[in-house]
């Protein structure tokens, strides 16, 4: 089945400690991203990656670090987490297409994080 | 910064209408656009994508872009209540350092009733 996953789906962490959330996908997409989707503010972008080793700066990529090393995973690292990060993080891969640019994104089914 | 702006909701239709959701865009340089859908706690899911001014039909959906006016629209013909969810429009920009950056719009909640 195609699809993106993401885990945790659930974390609780406290303020300063490391966590790595993953993302993979298995449709062999070149284009993954990072989207975070807190009330009143909407989906606003963290990251984003148009292939292995490319990767580029969203809306709102303070505090968040990414590395794509393999094709499938996109990781999103967050080195000292803080309260105002807490929110629903949703990772989207999609296909890239020479003459109409991007496609459909693809979205995983979300992180729930909350830092106390 | 590139913005993209959806109809202030909430949205409320009686089943059967016609809901329309409108979106305008700034970068005139943008290149995709695409509606998704997005029940509350769920991840959005793709309804449509549209990359070329005109019309594009898919069952009870219908995309319009103009973008000499920066405007992209969803049409829901024969409106069910399982329709009422938070509609998301997404443009993709294109050229510069903005290549590959994906905004959303903040979403209008469409309520659909009996």
């Known amino acids: 089945e195609a699809q993106v996953t993401q885990n945790p789906r659930y974390l609780i962490t406290v303020t300063g400690k490391k966590l790595t959330v993953t993302c993979s996908q298995n449709m062999n997409h070149e284009y993954m991203s990072w989207y975070r989707q807190d009330p009143g503010l909407g989906l606003r972008q963290i990251y984003y990656?148009?292939?292995?080793?490319?990767?580029d700066k969203g809306d709102v990529p303070e505090g968040y670090k990414v590395s794509r090393k393999e094709k499938r995973n996109f990781p999103l690292i967050l080195e000292s987490p803080s309260p105002n990060q807490t929110s629903l993080y949703f990772c989207a891969s999609s296909f890239v297409f020479k003459r109409r640019g991007y496609g459909e994104q693809f979205f995983g089914p979300g992180t729930r994080l909350t830092v106390l | 910064q590139k913005e993209v702006e959806q109809n202030s909701g909430p949205l409320s239709v009686p089943e059967g209408a016609i809901a329309s959701l409108n979106c305008t865009y700034s970068?005139?340089?943008?290149?995709?656009f695409f509606w998704y859908r997005q029940y509350s706690g769920k991840s959005p899911e793709l309804i449509m994508s549209i990359y070329s001014n005109g019309d594009k039909e898919d069952g009870r959906f219908t995309a319009q872009l103009n973008k000499a006016s920066q405007y992209v629209s969803l049409l829901i013909r024969d409106s069910q209540p399982s329709d009422s969810a938070t509609y998301l429009c997404?443009?993709?920009?294109?050229?510069?350092?903005?290549?590959?950056?994906?905004?959303f719009g903040q979403g209008t909640i469409l309520t659909v009733h009996p």
């Open positions: 990656s148009m292939n292995v080793e490319v990767t």
């Open positions: 970068d005139r340089g943008s290149q995709s």
């Open positions: 997404a443009v993709m920009f294109a050229g510069g350092t903005s290549y590959g950056k994906l905004t």
